[in-house]
């Protein structure tokens, strides 16, 4: 994409002397070793490799309970797991099926203050680029939000633009030339033009912290595997986007901090276990018995990958907690059904995993919780690739990349909740909230 000289020569923002501008960018699912070792992998990665030689780098990022897209894109903002902020899964739980597969997208959901608030409250632009948990918040003074409700792209691209900044799409679509259908979807050529939409606004709006969130790898490592060509040549073109955007902000910032993050790992996956199918056997889901649709209950799955959380509809009923928890372990004692551990409301909170689930399944790598009602427990993978597996897995560890300030070299592995507190130090606001601390 090419923009004018002189809107390319603007400055990111109008800051203090001792902070940076600060761009963070999120390739979903960005395993760190597709980073670290990606000439031994035979991945052709220029950019995301020249930030890793110039800066500090994790090697790995020990993330939330589940390691899901939403809690931790809540926490990489908020520096504190998700029993704090509250974002628990992906999608709200529904036992009843009322929501249409709804999503945790709404700003009002976060019970915490974030890095964009803090940077506003001291004055400074702030913008985002399909951040989840962020339609609606007054804080991101340009932002167009994560959400959808059809992946349909001439009405989707509608109701995006009314949750966006009032005029923002339609003013950036015309000078990056990015229709707004181009937004909605998951592959590479919708990061492009996310790619593009942040291009001008880093040209037009000079914010001082910009957040940008690319999903096509991850929906790529789900559909073909973690490391198959296909996700692999999905990376390689990432790659190039990634480098388009670190180039415009530092022409327009030299002094710019770049921090590359991804929210989880990946795991390859054969087995869906369809815990739904036992608890309806089990008497704790009634199913409709035309659509097998759920129609009333007192315990259910809520599926998060390679977890599912157990909810109660009375956690406080002491029999009913009997019942499930024999369910359970009636199921973890057979091998077969791929379930790793099961832990309690007690060893939950501990994990800093949200208060509601009563139990927590973790399968085993390999396994991930499927979404049939009826028939056997075991079927095959609908999935390639998945991730909300326990954060002890290694095979979860998110990336941390970042370029910009005078840390240099290896991190060793960190916790994501203090990669908000290490950003808020260098754009030199606080973040009361927060319960990680600065990395350096």
Do not use: C
């Not at 501990?350 to 075991?378: C, H, M, N, Q, V």
């Amino acid at each position: 994409m090419r923009l004018p000289a002189f809107v390319l020569a603007a400055f990111l923002a109008a800051a203090p002397a001792a902070a940076a501008p600060v761009v963070m960018i999120s390739i979903d699912g960005l395993r760190p070793a597709d980073v670290i070792d990606a000439p031994k992998r035979g991945l052709k990665v220029p950019n995301l490799r020249a930030l890793m030689a110039e800066g500090a780098y994790a090697t790995g990022v020990r993330n939330t309970l589940p390691t899901v897209t939403y809690p931790d894109h809540t926490t990489l903002v908020t520096g504190a797991w998700p029993a704090v902020h509250g974002i628990t899964g992906n999608t709200v739980f529904d036992p009843l099926k009322q929501n249409m597969d709804g999503w945790y997208w709404y700003a009002r959901d976060v019970k915490v203050e974030g890095l964009w608030e803090e940077v506003h409250k001291a004055g400074f632009k702030t913008a985002s680029i399909n951040w989840p948990v962020t339609v609606g918040d007054d804080f991101i003074d340009y932002n167009v939000p994560e959400f959808w409700r059809a992946f349909y792209p001439p009405e989707d691209a509608k109701l995006l633009e009314a949750v966006s900044t009032r005029g923002l799409l339609d003013e950036l679509s015309r000078v990056g030339g990015t229709p707004e259908e181009a937004l909605i979807g998951e592959e590479p050529d919708n990061d492009q033009a996310r790619t593009n939409i942040a291009l001008a606004l880093i040209a037009l709006k000079h914010p001082q912290f910009l957040t940008l969130h690319l999903t096509a790898l991850d929906h790529n490592e789900h559909k073909y595997g973690p490391g198959s060509k296909e996700a692999n040549a999905v990376l390689e073109k990432l790659d190039a986007q990634i480098g388009e955007v670190v180039a415009a902000a530092r022409r327009a910032a030299p002094d710019v901090v770049i921090a590359l993050v991804s929210d989880h790992g990946f795991a390859p996956v054969e087995h869906d276990v369809n815990l739904m199918t036992a608890f309806a056997q089990a008497g704790l889901v009634t199913l409709d018995p035309d659509s097998h649709k759920p129609t009333a209950w007192e315990a259910e799955p809520w599926n998060a990958g390679g977890s599912a959380a157990i909810m109660l509809a009375h956690p406080d009923d002491a029999a009913l907690k009997t019942k499930v928890k024999a369910l359970l372990d009636k199921l973890a004692a057979d091998p077969a059904n791929g379930i790793a551990a099961v832990i309690d409301r007690a060893a939950i909170a501990r994990a800093g995993g949200g208060g509601e689930p009563s139990f927590w399944i973790d399968f085993k790598i390999g396994y991930e919780g499927g979404s049939k009602t009826t028939g056997p427990l075991l079927t095959a993978g609908s999935n390639k690739g998945t991730h909300g597996y326990f954060p002890t897995h290694p095979e979860m560890r998110a990336t941390f990349l970042i370029a910009g300030t005078a840390k240099k070299g290896s991190l060793g592995e960190i916790d994501m909740i203090d990669i908000a507190p290490t950003l808020a130090k260098v754009l030199g606001v606080p973040l009361p909230q927060a319960t990680g601390k600065p990395l350096f």
